[in-house]
């Protein structure tokens, strides 16, 4: 007879959100992995539909319904038919760490034909150190079997805390509209065995589907801002997160890994509805990206949740004039604030606060 499973790590200080529409069948392929940990199931669409999730897991579900009562006119922040809204999930967690999955990413095999624990190779990735000052060309010097090379500043050894660790994908790659239409058969079958800390001062298009972060450390400023139903935009809601955050781990020292580990993503979207959704963020990004290259935070924010009200001044004054929408968005920014530090108190009113709320099996 077979022991009991061994305690997987963080099994009580991580959290694994998941955004949907459907039915949660793509668990069992994950139960070895997930079972042992707390879902937020972060439901879109129709509230009234029923989402089926398989027996055994320990999870709570929020659908609009349950985001309109908890947040009250703050709720104008959640984005709505659009997988933004799995922020809310970040929001409502108590636990240290979080992990966000889509619900068409299965699990992947390495080159051996092993199955991949995507989740163990995220905490990895966040329990070391990152090198976000000095880059190391032998990628991760704290994986087993590679180190500093000859060269690497003896001073920046001890690393930097690590922020946020980004999955990859095989199969679908995470490509734009233009790309999925010019290349509607290409498939990642790369499979790279490295870990690497994006520099300072590099931006990176961040993909919300195969995620980790510390929650404690950058939680405030993972907003996916405004997507979807009513937006003249989606599709970037990803982007706009992985922009804002990098600026933010940048200014606080701070290191955001990519690389390791990867998923499985088994479902191309269709091209031709992308590409009515990111139209304009193609356009608009050739602006967005030279703004968040140039920002500089006063060395007075010394608080995600201050960076992020700064971010969203500079928003404001700044891309007001390239569209409406970001005037909009700038205020969104500021309510996202809000409703994270009342769902999140700090000091001693936090050791007493719990969220209740949401569907809880």
């Avoid at 990803?238 to 200014?251: P, Q, R």
Wanted: proline fraction near 7%; include cysteine; hydrophobic fraction near 40%.
């Amino acid at each position: 007879m077979a022991g009991p499973a061994p305690t997987p790590l963080l099994k009580d200080e991580l959290d694994i959100v998941i955004p949907t529409i459907r039915n949660l069948d793509f668990l069992e392929m994950w139960r070895p992995f997930f079972e042992q940990y707390h879902l937020i199931i972060v439901q879109d669409g129709d509230p009234s539909k029923t989402i089926k999730v398989p027996e055994g897991f320990d999870y709570e579900l929020y659908n609009r319904n349950d985001i309109n009562r908890i947040l009250g006119p703050k709720a104008s922040c959640i984005s709505f038919k659009d997988s933004a809204c799995r922020c809310f999930g970040y929001m409502v967690s108590k636990k240290k760490y979080i992990y966000t999955i889509d619900d068409d990413c299965f699990v992947a095999k390495d080159p051996s034909g092993k199955e991949i624990n995507a989740l163990e190779q995220h905490i990895k990735n966040l329990l070391s150190p990152a090198t976000p000052f000095f880059f190391n060309t032998l990628y991760d010097p704290y994986r087993d079997g590679a180190d500093f090379v000859r060269g690497y500043p003896f001073s920046l050894r001890e690393g930097a805390p690590t922020a946020v660790s980004h999955g990859l994908w095989l199969n679908i790659p995470d490509y734009d509209a233009p790309t999925q239409l010019v290349k509607p058969r290409e498939r990642n079958t790369r499979y790279v065995d490295a870990v690497m800390t994006i520099p300072k001062g590099t931006l990176f298009p961040m993909c919300g589907m195969n995620l980790g972060f510390d929650r404690e450390l950058i939680g405030p400023a993972m907003y996916f801002g405004l997507m979807g139903d009513g937006q003249p935009i989606g599709r970037y809601d990803d982007m706009w997160a992985g922009w804002c955050i990098k600026v933010i781990c940048d200014h606080m020292g701070w290191g955001v890994k990519t690389g390791l580990p990867y998923i499985w993503h088994s479902k191309a979207s269709n091209p031709f509805v992308n590409l009515k959704k990111e139209y304009k963020g193609i356009y608009w990004q050739e602006e967005l990206i030279p703004f968040f290259q140039a920002i500089k935070l006063p060395k007075e924010c010394t608080t995600v949740q201050q960076c992020y009200l700064e971010l969203s001044k500079e928003v404001k004054a700044k891309l007001g004039n390239v569209d409406d929408y970001f005037i909009k968005l700038a205020d969104a920014m500021v309510t996202w604030i809000e409703a994270w530090d009342e769902l999140n108190p700090s000091g001693a009113a936090a050791a007493a606060a719990k969220v209740s709320n949401g569907l809880k099996k």
